[in-house]
């Protein structure tokens, strides 16, 4: 017979294994009511084995090998490089004293590399000639070489003391993250401490020149005043080594850490990763979490909106009076002087008087821009306002809107930077190669080709460009940003729980 409760076959009036009576007349008897009672005990036991076994089933941690890991390990290499280049360029402070015709002797140095009759001088026998002696225009600095040049009196770079550590402590750091990657192969990121480290250490060091370049400024603005602030700028100038090396950290380290985060979830079997010291709002309640996201959203806009208000931009006072009217006679004016440069006659044109339309025009057009930036902020805005805990368990398609909130609030407040910023690249380029300031790059000769490179990024950031103020605003607007954004995903965290 076969019982119809377990299935085990026996020729016993009763199953042997849970005791359901297997022929239809069959009745318990005194001998064998203990037989039953045992053999049900023994099936109650045997049920609740099977139950822990498929409970330690589902505990079971995930499988994490090194194959899953490699290329993520050896990009955390990369930031070694840093301490292989040049990562700053001082230039000399006599190029920043004022000449005796007016301005400083930087854009007198501009102008007579610009004019034809010294087409075929050197820009060393120009800038001896303009400072009437011969003058070391840049100096360039490397990690190595910063104590060495301490050591040889050179005190205006142990400002540099900061930012060549920030750079050596973030690429160490990274170094140390991929050597435990490769080590545990991988099983390491089940520790969450690693992954917030990893990302730290990786973010830092692949912005480490634009950070170093703001801590300098920082410095020398709570040093001296914002004025000192702006001379730091024109005068600490990130490599192009170091510019190189971070264009390759952005198209390599920043995929291999976002890698690193989904395979952190992974083996945490979380629904999402959320950094240190965000992680504490994965406890808080969730409408509170919420305030918290929506709170930061706004101020976050609120430091873009104080961008039209306050001297964040050079040249100043663009946005007074009618925006229209001044875009187009800035437009007018940079057009005529681009014809004339076209024209195969760029010692007749005015280079700053040029460029300096050149970013007033940009900077005109940075209201429309921002205001198309500002369209995906009011709708993550919203996202996080209708968020409700059964709808983001069972939409998929809210939780990846909720966690792009962070990123659409961050390209909000650093588009100014950005196009400012390609603005500048613009310039030099239009310095370099449709003027004739170009003329004197030699490069069979390094140093001079350099000296005409970094003389004319100088002068472009003299001309147009952010101000410390504007850095500040970035700062504390990074701040929101990044709450809002982690409080957006503490609510997808959240929301998990009520699976």
């Avoid at 498929?54 to 390990?73: T, Y």
Wanted: contains cysteine; proline residues 4%; glycine residues 8%.
């Amino acid at each position: 017979m076969i019982c119809k409760h377990c299935g085990t076959e026996s020729r016993e009036d009763f199953c042997p294994r849970c005791g359901e009576a297997l022929r239809p007349n069959a009745s318990v008897g005194k001998d064998n009511a203990g037989q039953v009672l045992a053999t049900s005990a023994k099936s109650e036991d045997a049920a609740l084995t099977t139950v822990k076994d498929v409970k330690k089933k589902k505990r079971r941690k995930p499988p994490l090998r090194i194959k899953m890991v490699f290329w993520q390990a050896v990009t955390l290499f990369f930031p070694l490089a840093y301490l292989m280049f040049d990562f700053y360029a001082v230039i000399s402070d006599r190029l920043l004293l004022g000449a005796v015709s007016g301005g400083s002797q930087l854009q007198r140095l501009v102008e007579r590399l610009g004019d034809p009759i010294y087409a075929t001088n050197g820009i060393r026998e120009i800038a001896e000639a303009t400072m009437g002696e011969s003058v070391e225009l840049f100096h360039a600095v490397s990690v190595f070489s910063l104590l060495g040049d301490l050591a040889a009196g050179r005190y205006d770079l142990t400002v540099l003391l900061i930012p060549a550590l920030l750079t050596v402590t973030m690429a160490l750091l990274c170094v140390v993250m991929g050597v435990l990657l490769l080590l545990t192969g991988g099983r390491i990121l089940r520790v969450r401490l690693f992954g917030n480290l990893t990302l730290f250490a990786g973010m830092g060091a692949t912005f480490s020149p634009v950070l170093g370049s703001f801590l300098v400024r920082l410095i020398y603005g709570i040093k001296s005043g914002f004025d000192a602030a702006e001379i730091a700028a024109q005068r600490f100038l990130p490599s192009l080594e170091a510019l190189c090396i971070m264009g390759i950290l952005i198209c390599t380290l920043l995929p291999a850490l976002a890698s690193v985060k989904r395979l952190a979830v992974y083996a945490k079997q979380e629904r999402d990763f959320v950094v240190f010291p965000y992680r504490i709002m994965t406890k808080l309640p969730f409408g509170l979490t919420k305030f918290v996201s929506l709170a930061c959203i706004v101020l976050c806009v609120g430091c873009v909106a104080a961008l039209f208000v306050l001297p964040v931009f050079r040249p100043e006072g663009v946005f007074m009076g009618n925006p229209i009217a001044a875009f187009s006679e800035t437009w007018q004016s940079f057009s005529t002087g681009w014809s004339a440069l076209s024209a195969a006659d760029g010692g007749a044109v005015n280079m700053g008087l040029l460029l300096t339309d050149l970013f007033r025009a940009v900077q005109l057009l940075l209201f429309p821009a921002l205001l198309v930036f500002l369209i995906p902020v009011i709708v993550g805005f919203l996202r996080v306002l209708r968020a409700r805990p059964h709808r983001l368990s069972s939409n998929k398609r809210a939780r990846a809107g909720l966690r792009q909130v962070g990123g659409d609030a961050g390209r909000l407040l650093l588009a100014p930077f950005v196009c400012i910023t390609l603005a500048q690249i613009f310039a030099v380029c239009v310095l370099l190669f449709s003027s004739p300031v170009g003329v004197h790059m030699d490069f069979a000769n390094v140093t001079d080709t350099l000296s005409v490179v970094y003389v004319a990024v100088s002068y472009v950031k003299s001309l147009g460009g952010v101000t410390l103020l504007y850095s500040i605003l970035t700062a504390c607007g990074a701040v929101m940003w990044q709450t809002a954004g982690q409080s957006a995903v503490s609510l997808v965290v959240q929301s998990g729980r009520s699976d």
